[in-house]
């Protein structure tokens, strides 16, 4: 008797009950069903730039991070470009510790709202998440969950400010505010650096202003989380070019003793095929930028852009997606994908795809235009397409398309 009761205190004893709970906690769990996004109706939202996703609950929310199984060695997080704690955070959410979960997300991301709406989870962090990695199953919405606490915090109006070191008197520069500009600024102003963002146009946010449609990433998001930065001491600089404006040289001789450089993805690339400066041909980068960052598609506007009522989109990324989508927004009865490789292969998020069929985007796959016809005043009529086949994958791990 005594053999058994001291081995009922024993630590070995303990540890077999802690595991024979997890288990049985697990197994609940693996049997939950991953949460669905709130989504404005397709019908309703390709008349205006309203958001389309909608958000969660707080029962969604709480429901799908008890779908979190705490891993003791939790694969998530090296799947995150900045190791989010991500257990850490979804625990809080189920626990019902919103605004603590929105203070965990900010230890290592500056834009957990925006991160929340755009990053591509799907790739990352759930791409390592247990379930997908070990139980084929879907995994955890940790995207879904990231913006929920950031929206939550928000919408209660406790913002919080994450923990800054005291300062160390290094002025240091950040030359672009785009996502790495503002990213690095975060960073940097919690370890205590003064902090001054240069960006050449005249809205602080880069890609996130101009290339994003708010109908998925809405300005006043990212305004927000601007806004907190602020708060943290990063100052910003606008209508500023280096190297016209100030050269590094002027900066230095101001106290600025290192740099950043997060300029951008730069200019597009063109196809290099016959047509492709007649009227109606835009780059995605100045179609977007014209209507997200310049308004072009409001009636009080100066700022011109051609409205097609049938509209092509070469490209299979998410840029393509924004543009083909926003085109649709604009008026165009039929809007079409052209992309040289198979869905399979295509680049853009499954969600991003999702939503462009639900709008009633075509998609002609495996195609590729060889040439732009126009008519007599120069505008854009016709494209000469000519069908691929895939061949073996190359550095990308997609399919290489081949004539």
Aim: charged share 30%; hydrophobic share 35%; glycine share 8%.
């Amino acid at each position: 008797m005594e053999d058994r009761e001291s081995y009922l205190k024993s630590e070995r004893a303990q540890q077999w009950r802690v595991d024979l709970r997890n288990k049985i906690k697990n197994k609940e769990r693996t049997h939950l069903v991953r949460v669905k996004m709130n989504e404005v109706d397709a019908n309703m939202r390709i008349q205006s730039y309203v958001e389309v996703n909608s958000g969660l609950s707080i029962d969604q929310a709480q429901n799908e991070a008890k779908r979190c199984l705490d891993c003791v060695n939790p694969t998530c997080i090296t799947g995150c470009p900045v190791e989010i704690n991500i257990p850490k955070f979804i625990k809080r959410i189920e626990q019902g510790n919103f605004l603590e979960a929105a203070k965990v997300l900010k230890e290592t991301s500056s834009l957990p709202a925006v991160c929340g709406r755009v990053c591509p989870q799907e790739k990352q962090c759930e791409a390592n998440c247990f379930y997908t990695q070990k139980l084929k199953k879907t995994p955890v919405a940790i995207g879904y969950l990231e913006r929920f606490a950031a929206d939550y915090e928000r919408e209660s109006g406790q913002i919080s400010i994450p923990d800054i070191k005291s300062t160390n008197g290094v002025k240091v520069g950040c030359i672009g505010s785009g996502p790495a500009g503002l990213t690095f600024a975060g960073e940097m102003a919690k370890k205590g650096y003064d902090v001054t963002v240069f960006e050449a146009l005249h809205e602080i946010g880069g890609v996130l202003k101009y290339g994003i449609p708010e109908f998925r990433l809405p300005n006043h998001i990212v305004d927000v989380e601007i806004d907190a930065l602020k708060k943290m001491g990063v100052q910003f600089e606008t209508n500023f070019i280096v190297g016209k404006t100030a050269s590094i040289e002027d900066l230095k001789e101001e106290g600025f003793q290192a740099f950043f450089t997060g300029s951008g993805a730069g200019l597009p690339r063109f196809m290099g095929i016959p047509g492709e400066n007649y009227i109606g041909i835009l780059s995605s980068n100045e179609y977007l930028t014209r209507i997200n960052l310049m308004h072009a598609a409001e009636q009080d506007t100066d700022t011109p852009v051609v409205s097609g009522k049938n509209v092509m989109v070469i490209g299979g990324g998410n840029t393509a997606m924004d543009s083909v989508r926003t085109a649709k927004r604009l008026g165009a009865e039929r809007a079409m994908i052209v992309y040289r490789r198979s869905m399979d292969e295509m680049p853009a998020r499954k969600e991003e795809i999702h939503h462009a069929q639900e709008e009633g985007i075509e998609f002609m796959t495996r195609t590729n235009p060889i040439e732009y016809l126009a008519d007599d005043k120069g505008r854009v009529n016709r494209v000469k397409v000519q069908k691929m086949e895939l061949g073996e994958p190359d550095g990308s791990g997609r399919r290489r398309p081949i004539l």
